[in-house]
């Protein structure tokens, strides 16, 4: 059975940092590339970032580039988003998703709609 499990939210000044784990069980990341994607209140969902199934690739929201980084340990299963000088706009339930089919991050990963997501961690920027 797929599951994802995302851990590593909390509160956090502007300026501040945060590294996001999305713990994977059941399959291989070498099979599926891995989204991050975020929703705030009153928005719709927006992708922050990919990294495709071989590690090769990954993309960024222009939004986050330059400021996050999408990264993943094989060995543990596990893909992270360490998150920099974030910002009161960033916060947002922050989720990880998998999906086999759009494994190369193509351009659309934004707006596909992945097969398998997590339950999300809450991620605050306030003074």
């Known amino acids: 059975q797929l599951q994802l499990v995302e851990s590593g939210g909390g509160l956090v000044q502007p300026g501040g940092s945060l590294r996001l784990s999305c713990a994977a069980s059941?399959?291989?990341?070498?099979?599926?590339?891995i989204g991050w994607f975020r929703q705030a209140p009153g928005k719709e969902r927006e992708g922050v970032s990919c990294i495709s199934s071989s590690g090769g690739r990954t993309d960024y929201a222009d939004s986050v580039k330059g400021r996050f980084t999408i990264s993943r340990d094989i060995a543990k299963n596990t893909v992270y988003l360490q998150m920099n000088s974030l910002k009161p706009e960033d916060t947002a339930l922050y989720y990880c998703?998998?999906?086999?089919?759009?494994?190369?991050?193509?351009?659309?990963?934004?707006?596909?709609?992945?097969?398998?997501w997590g339950k999300g961690t809450l991620v605050t920027v306030s003074p």
């Open positions: 998703a998998a999906d086999r089919l759009v494994s190369s991050c193509p351009h659309f990963w934004t707006t596909y709609d992945m097969s398998y």
């Open positions: 059941g399959f291989t990341l070498n099979n599926y590339a």
